[in-house]
Nanobody, 122 residues
């Protein structure tokens, strides 16, 4: 089995920063795409940032460009989301999503973290 544990959310003032982490553990053969999504109240879940298997290619939602940075540490099976210059509209529950091939599995599967609340408010 594969487990994802998120951390790093919290309450921050506008203009502040947070760093989210999502660590995968268990029987892991390989991790492919790693991504962060968010869901605000009464809104659909949206893709915030994504990083390719080798870490070369990244994607950011338009509202996060120049403020958010996604990175990965393959040795630690961990993906990070550094968020700077946070705005109230960034308030949401943030979820990590990993494409993982478990040990012994023929194909990769998607796994989701439990979610971490980010609240930007003065």
């Amino acid at each position: 089995q594969v487990q994802l544990v998120e951390s790093g959310g919290g309450l921050v003032q506008p203009g502040g920063s947070l760093r989210l982490s999502c660590a995968a553990s268990g029987s892991i053969f390989s991790i492919y795409t790693m991504a962060w999504y968010r869901q605000a109240p009464q809104k659909q879940r949206e893709l915030v940032a994504q990083i390719s298997t080798g870490g070369i290619s990244t994607y950011y939602v338009d509202s996060g460009k120049d403020r958010f940075t996604i990175s990965r540490d393959n040795a630690k099976n961990t993906v990070y989301l550094q968020m700077n210059s946070l705005k109230p509209e960034d308030t949401a529950v943030y979820y990590c999503r990993l494409i993982v091939r478990p040990t012994g599995a023929a194909t990769p599967r998607e796994y989701w973290g439990q979610g971490t609340q980010v609240t930007v408010s003065s």
